[in-house]
């Protein structure tokens, strides 16, 4: 993974260099398999953000093996006890010698082949431009999709590693100032003023806050409803959005800015099994994108709701409840397995619980029919100065 170090890295190499050669050596290799009459066998590290059957066996990676896998070797079999480490948990086994396992191949060399020129040119690309390279060949995004995600597994690194980028999605405003490349973002000056999140985190640097603290919020409407209540000039924060569920550009960024400015993080979401399960891909990563959690999840973000109890604390009235849907018991109920809430956010469960328990949820908004305003100037500096927050 990105930031470990393998037997292809060195301190004066830049990362293009590194992966090209991986490139290199992954490509000579499946072919003097197949000169020498060999089909060759291709182990891909398997990861998981979490798991529903924590007693399972899983295959151990073996940390002295080649990052290519390109033959079998033994392996033992062991528990998996914790499934959000930076370890691979067992391995998937691709063969010629099945159709299937064929095309995926294909598709993987036509996209590594596009991704060692776009190394070479220094010039970046979205998946989505890589699907229309070749639609006839791809068939559908998804398999694109996939192809980057094994490049990223085989070759140890991050997708942005590849110079393959995400349109971003996400929004920022508040009491920040930094730059990306040659392009100065100066939130400072209008704090209440939105402006994208950077879509080359790698490039941030210069970053200056007079913040005290960072809100997430799921939905553009709410960070837009506290840029019109000048949420940021009243309450010297960052606030951030994802726009529903993050694209990785807003986690990472995130993630550095956590890291950078040592702030406490809150997040608020729907009290739904959707805002649910977006508040735990920014806390513990999601599981396409298991192989690279370590540099995608913010453990420091905490809960500020909008919580099931929250509806009793703050009385959002019953016309403002919404059934559960049987699509949104079934999500609550996988939900409920995921391994990390017992072991690391067990409050987290409990409340969970409750929205099943209820049989209702309701949206940030329904906390507004008190006043317009009251997300602003009451609810979250209550939940913030009273420390009711998860």
Request: aromatic share 10%; proline share 5%.
């Amino acid at each position: 993974m990105e930031g470990k170090r393998t037997r292809f890295q060195s301190e004066s190499q830049p990362q293009s260099v590194i992966l090209l050669t991986k490139i290199k050596e992954f490509t000579r290799a499946l072919l003097a398999a197949l000169t020498n009459g060999r089909s060759p066998l291709i182990l891909i590290d398997r990861f998981r953000s979490y798991c529903t059957l924590p007693n399972s066996n899983w295959f151990d990676s073996n940390p002295n093996q080649s990052p290519f896998h390109l033959f079998v070797s033994n392996t033992n079999v062991s528990q998996c006890s914790f499934c959000a480490s930076d370890l691979p948990c067992g391995k998937e086994l691709l063969t010629l010698r099945r159709k299937s396992h064929a095309h995926r191949l294909a598709v993987m060399l036509r996209v590594m082949l596009i991704v060692q020129k776009l190394l070479q040119e220094n010039k970046h690309s979205s998946k989505r431009d890589i699907y229309y390279t070749y639609p006839s060949v791809f068939l559908d995004q998804s398999v694109v999709d996939q192809a980057i995600n094994d490049i990223c597994i085989l070759m140890q690194c991050s997708r942005h590693n590849l110079n393959v980028v995400s349109a971003g999605n996400g929004l920022i405003m508040g009491w920040i100032r930094f730059s990306e490349g040659e392009r100065i973002f100066d939130c400072i000056s209008s704090p209440n003023t939105a402006h994208p999140v950077p879509v080359h985190v790698e490039e941030v640097q210069d970053i200056i806050s007079l913040a005290q603290y960072i809100l997430v919020v799921e939905k553009e409407s709410v960070f837009q409803r506290l840029a019109n209540d000048q949420f940021c000039n009243a309450n010297h924060c960052i606030v951030i959005t994802g726009r529903g569920y993050p694209d990785i550009p807003t986690r990472r960024f995130l993630r550095l800015l956590v890291e950078n400015l040592c702030l406490p993080a809150y997040c608020l979401v729907d009290c739904d099994p959707y805002g649910f399960d977006i508040l735990t891909t920014y806390r513990f990563g999601s599981m396409q994108m298991a192989y690279d959690t370590k540099h995608l999840r913010v453990p420091e973000i905490q809960w500020l709701g909008a919580f099931p109890s929250d509806s009793e604390r703050y009385f959002v009235p019953n016309q403002c409840l919404l059934p559960l849907t049987a699509e949104d018991k079934r999500k609550v109920e996988a939900m409920l397995l995921r391994c990390y809430l017992e072991r690391e956010v067990p409050q987290w469960r409990l409340e969970l619980q409750l929205i099943l328990q209820r049989g209702v949820k309701f949206e940030i908004e329904a906390l507004s029919v008190h006043a317009l305003s009251f997300l602003s100037e009451s609810y979250i500096p209550s939940k913030i100065e009273g420390k009711l927050i998860m």
